[in-house]
């Protein structure tokens, strides 16, 4: 009797299961995961590590149920692409082209892929065949805009970045990443506006803080330079560079105080941040602290061997401690990678008259 009660409960069991989904349901639950807007194909915001592996196994049992379904590697290699699995991301995107797919997908993942991979050139022409195949596809823009962002084409990655708002206004990646074509035509007013926008469609989007923080701190808004790189350390903690900048902007206001614990966080979090030791020696020559001004300029060579202004703020630290030979030492040095040097031909002069 026992056993035919287990028999037939495993029998319900079985009848009970649900049928294992098609290959194309597989696909289209994995795009679910990823929230993709039907509007340009871009993912949601603020995608969980989980979002991304639940999306990857359905695109996995997509293949598994049906090979030769080429929308699934191509969404698969945009994981890979995501991950920094550029040669995957690369063969996923070849084998869903092998396979006869129709879709822009591939060749614009390629095109991702070699940005980068940093061959702007080629990215550019597998951007091409993208936008041939599907010229209103938001996302054609937003990689040729990244393409020519790396060639340091910046009008034409605001073109592109620009065209990429036109299909949806609520593109925070594409206000980010205008603002920082801007930046880098030194247009930092207009760059702190996309920066701006970018943060109100997405409050916790920390590089966005960073990049404004940083064209704060390029206009000398110091206060608000401060906030931004406050938001950055808040939502990433462990991002040295954060650390670094705000120390800065603090030592500009001249807390040196506060510069030094900036700075010295920066440098535990990556003790080969050269600009850290540059700002926090000079911090420290402030103070008159100028044998640890000394050691954090030692160590910035050590780092950097080619900087002639830490050889320069070296010698003056020497100079400050009556060791003019070393001083005079320093000066020449950095007069030899800088002859055009403002202060060290100068500070040559007094040091070899005093020693």
């Known amino acids: 009797m026992l056993v035919s009660a287990l028999a037939a409960a495993a029998v319900l069991s079985c009848a009970s299961a649900p049928p294992p989904l098609t290959a194309e349901e597989y696909l289209q639950r994995g795009m679910a995961h990823l929230e993709m807007s039907e509007v340009d194909q871009s993912w949601g915001l603020n995608l969980t590590p989980a979002q991304f592996e639940r999306a990857y196994a359905d695109f996995n049992r997509a293949i598994q149920q049906d090979p030769a379904l080429a929308a699934a590697y191509a969404l698969r290699g945009w994981i890979y692409q995501r991950d920094g699995e550029l040669n995957l991301a690369m063969a996923d995107f070849n084998r869903a082209i092998q396979l ?19 061959e702007f050139e080629r990215a550019l022409e597998e951007i091409a065949v993208a936008m041939r195949r599907n010229p209103h596809h938001g996302s054609n823009y937003f990689w040729r805009a990244h393409a020519h962002l790396g060639r340091g084409d910046f009008a034409g990655a605001i073109a592109d970045f620009t065209q990429v708002l036109r299909f949806n206004p609520n593109n925070a990646n594409a206000h980010n990443w205008r603002g920082v074509a801007h930046f880098n035509r030194g247009e930092l007013e207009t760059a702190i506006a996309d920066f701006t926008s970018a943060i109100r469609l997405d409050p916790d989007f920390w590089s966005a803080y960073g990049w404004r923080g940083d064209a704060f701190f390029n206009r000398g808004e110091l206060e608000n330079a401060i906030a931004d790189f406050t938001q950055v350390i808040r939502l990433n903690p462990g991002f040295a560079w954060a650390h670094d900048m705000r120390g800065r902007a603090h030592h500009n206001r001249g807390d040196f105080e506060a510069a030094i614990a900036d700075l010295t966080q920066a440098i535990q979090l990556n003790p080969d941040l050269v600009t850290a030791y540059n700002w926090r020696g000079d911090a420290f020559s402030h103070r008159g602290e100028f044998d640890r001004a000394i050691a954090d300029f030692t160590q910035s060579i050590r780092l950097d061997p080619n900087n002639a202004w830490v050889f320069n703020s070296r010698g003056l630290a020497h100079f400050h401690r009556r060791d003019f030979n070393n001083a005079a030492i320093d000066f020449e040095a950095a007069l030899r990678l800088d002859p055009n040097h403002p202060h060290a031909r100068a500070n040559l002069e007094d040091a070899l008259r005093l020693r």
Do not use: E, K
């Open 100 to 118: 006869g797919s129709d879709f822009a997908s591939p060749y614009l993942g390629r095109g991702a892929v070699y940005t980068g991979r940093r």
